[in-house]
């Protein structure tokens, strides 16, 4: 029952009168520097209180923007004093792999990053990096994260009630087979 328990304090924090607050500060710091996505709070938020869903995707969208101008200012400026630290993560390769994807389609890569698996923050300081246009940045980047975060509130208003009766049911098999998927991904990176 640990999971049906964490999903009910979720949803308990998700209706909390700071929740909007949290999502904000969250998304700006998902998009440059902290590995959780803001998904994980806007979902639980959308199904509590579906008739803010619009709204509390127009924050995370907003918020996760200005932390992704925070991250490219961090790469433009603070690369140098960054790299190192980067180096010795797991998030080097993936900051490899964003540095092609710029070279390859510059700018437009913003678009997709949204969606990617490797994590916003990297594509933000490596726009940042790679002297992007910060015009053009912005721009895609409310395009990209507003395209995921709209869809997944829309998604969660329409179907929520019925994704949430399943997901009562499901939770703790949810919970542990997700304990299982992550020591797997910890597994795999370890060994590489």
């Not at 999903?7 to 607050?21: F, I, L, V, W």
């Not at 900051?95 to 700018?107: C, P």
């Not at 395009?143 to 998604?155: C, K, N, W």
Request: aromatic share 18%; charged share 10%; glycine share 8%.
């Amino acid at each position: 029952m640990m999971f049906a328990k964490l999903y009910a304090k979720c949803m308990a924090s998700a209706g909390h009168e700071n929740a909007p607050k949290a999502l904000c500060i969250l998304s700006f710091a998902e998009s440059s520097f902290f590995p959780i996505p803001p998904d994980v709070m806007l979902a639980p938020m959308v199904i509590r209180v579906p008739s803010k869903a619009l709204y509390y995707a127009f924050l995370c969208t907003l918020f996760s923007v200005l932390g992704g101008v925070f991250g490219y200012l961090m790469g433009y400026f603070a690369f140098d004093m960054l790299s190192e630290s980067l180096r010795n993560s797991h998030y080097w390769s993936h900051y490899l792999q964003a540095r092609i994807w710029f070279e390859q389609w510059g700018i437009w890569i913003i678009l997709i990053a949204g969606f990617s698996p490797i994590p916003y923050k990297l594509f933000t300081i490596t726009a940042g990096v790679m002297t992007q246009s910060v015009l053009l940045f912005v721009l895609f980047s409310f395009f990209g994260r507003g395209a995921r975060f709209f869809l997944l509130a829309g998604l969660l208003k329409h179907f929520g009630p019925k994704f949430e009766s399943i997901l009562l049911r499901y939770v703790e098999w949810l919970g542990w087979f997700m304990v299982c998927l992550l020591g797997i991904g910890l597994v795999i990176m370890s060994s590489n």
